[in-house]
Every structure is written in structure tokens, then in C-alpha cells.
């Protein structure tokens, strides 16, 4: 952790959480989620996250992907 008044290693983690709050819970306001409901989407975003999704600032490929690319 960074210092008081020091956000900058916020930032990352507050973009994760945006995301996923976005992209996986918003059509479940309505419905009550469990514990085991909750790590089962957390677990299946990161997968997503990780392993599909393309990212703009990666030339449009997963970071698993650009790593694999870059070595």
C-alpha cells in the first residue's frame, strides 16, 4: 500500500472492481446471491478476464495471450 494521499495503486484494483460489478452483477440486483453463487461469477469473470477478453492497449489480445506473444 502507497502512502496516505497516494491512490495510485488504487486505481488498478477500483477499474477490477468496476468491471466486474458491471459486467456480472448488474442483471442480479434483483436476485439474491449466495456466497457460493458470488465466488462461482468472480472465479468465471477472472477466467473471462484473463483468458478471452481482448483488451485494446494489448493489440486486441488477452493478457495470457500477449504474454504468450511477447515471449
Given at each position: 500500500m502507497s502512502r496516505k494521499g497516494n491512490c495510485s495503486d488504487?486505481?488498478?484494483i477500483g477499474?477490477?472492481?468496476?468491471?466486474?460489478?458491471?459486467?456480472?452483477f448488474v442483471a442480479q440486483l434483483r436476485v439474491s446471491l449466495t456466497s457460493s453463487i458470488t465466488i462461482e461469477k468472480v472465479i468465471n469473470y477472472m477466467y473471462?478476464?484473463?483468458y478471452i477478453r481482448p483488451f485494446s492497449k494489448l493489440n486486441y489480445h488477452s493478457p495470457?495471450?500477449?504474454r504468450t506473444v511477447a515471449a
Amino acid at each position: 500500500m502507497s502512502r496516505k494521499g497516494n491512490c495510485s495503486d488504487n486505481a488498478v484494483i477500483g477499474s477490477l472492481h468496476f468491471s466486474l460489478k458491471s459486467e456480472e452483477f448488474v442483471a442480479q440486483l434483483r436476485v439474491s446471491l449466495t456466497s457460493s453463487i458470488t465466488i462461482e461469477k468472480v472465479i468465471n469473470y477472472m477466467y473471462y478476464s484473463n483468458y478471452i477478453r481482448p483488451f485494446s492497449k494489448l493489440n486486441y489480445h488477452s493478457p495470457v495471450e500477449y504474454r504468450t506473444v511477447a515471449a
